[in-house]
C-alpha cells in the first residue's frame, strides 16, 4: 500500500537536545512538508520541499531543519533553539507543489520534552 | 498573509440532525480550499476540495461550495451519524507561491461529536 510512515509515533527528549523526526512516502510525490500542531490550533507550516535537494522555510522554521537527499524522505530536525518544541508534527506529500493538490498526511509523531 | 477563519467549537448535535460548518477565507487571487479531517491521535485525511469558484466538492454525504462572492466554503451534511465525530479543518492554498505560502493555510479546526 502506498502511503507516507512517520516514526516514531511518540518521543520524549530532554530540554537542550536535537531530535529527528522521520518522514517516508512511497507516493512517489515530488512535494513534502512538515506542519506543526499545537491543541486548540489549526497546523501551522515549518518546512517545505518540492524537489529534491531543495526545501524552502514555511512560516515557523525557527528551531528546525530539514534535508531532502531523497525524493522519498524528508527527515525534520527539532534543535534545542527551538523554545517550545512539545507539539504534534505532521509530515504531508502532494504529487507536486501546486495549489490544486491534494496533500496527504502521515500518522504523526507526538514530541513531548520533559 | 492568507488566513482561515472557522467556526469555534465543540459542536454537538444528535444522530440524524443536519450539519453546517462555517469556513471564511482570505486570500490573494482564487485558492484551491479544502476540507481536512482528523480523528483522534491521527493524520489528516482529506474530506473534499474545490479549485475554483462555484465548484462543489463532495464526498460521504459532505459537501461544500466554492463561494468567491461571500469568501466561504461551508461544510454541510444532511445527516451525520456518530461516526462522523471528529476534527474538522478547512484549509485554502493559494496559486502564488514564494514567501513560504506554498503549505497549507489551516483553520483553528472545529470539534464535532454527535450523540446517539
Known amino acids: 500500500d502506498g502511503g507516507i510512515t512517520q516514526s516514531p509515533k511518540y518521543l520524549f527528549r530532554k530540554e537542550g537536545q536535537n531530535v529527528t523526526l522521520s518522514c517516508e512516502q512511497n507516493l512517489n510525490h515530488d512535494a513534502m512538508y512538515w506542519y506543526r500542531q499545537d491543541p486548540g490550533q489549526g497546523l501551522r507550516l515549518i518546512y517545505y520541499s518540492q524537489i529534491v535537494n531543495d526545501f524552502q522555510k514555511g512560516d515557523i522554521a525557527e528551531g528546525y531543519s530539514v534535508s531532502r537527499e531523497k525524493k522519498e524522505s524528508f527527515p525534520l530536525t527539532v534543535t534545542s533553539a527551538q523554545k517550545n518544541p512539545t507539539a504534534f508534527y505532521l509530515c504531508?506529500?502532494?504529487?507536486?507543489?501546486?495549489?490544486?493538490?491534494?496533500?496527504?498526511f502521515g500518522p504523526g509523531t507526538r514530541l513531548t520534552v520533559l | 498573509g492568507d488566513s482561515v477563519t472557522q467556526m469555534e467549537g465543540p459542536v454537538t448535535l444528535s444522530e440524524e440532525a443536519f450539519l453546517t460548518i462555517n469556513c471564511t477565507y482570505t486570500?490573494?487571487?482564487?485558492?484551491?480550499l479544502f476540507w481536512y479531517v482528523q480523528y483522534p491521535g491521527e493524520g489528516l485525511q482529506l474530506l473534499l476540495k474545490a479549485t475554483k469558484a462555484d465548484d462543489k466538492g463532495s464526498n460521504k454525504g459532505f459537501e461544500a461550495t466554492y463561494r468567491k462572492e461571500t469568501t466561504s466554503f461551508h461544510l454541510e451534511k444532511g445527516s451525520v451519524q456518530v461516526s462522523d465525530s471528529a476534527v474538522y479543518f478547512c484549509a485554502s492554498r493559494s496559486p502564488y507561491s514564494g514567501g513560504g505560502a506554498d503549505g497549507l493555510t489551516f483553520g483553528k479546526g472545529t470539534h464535532l461529536i454527535i450523540q446517539p
Open positions: 486570500a490573494t487571487g482564487y485558492p484551491s
Open positions: 504531508a506529500s502532494s504529487v507536486q507543489g501546486i495549489a490544486t493538490d491534494e496533500q496527504f
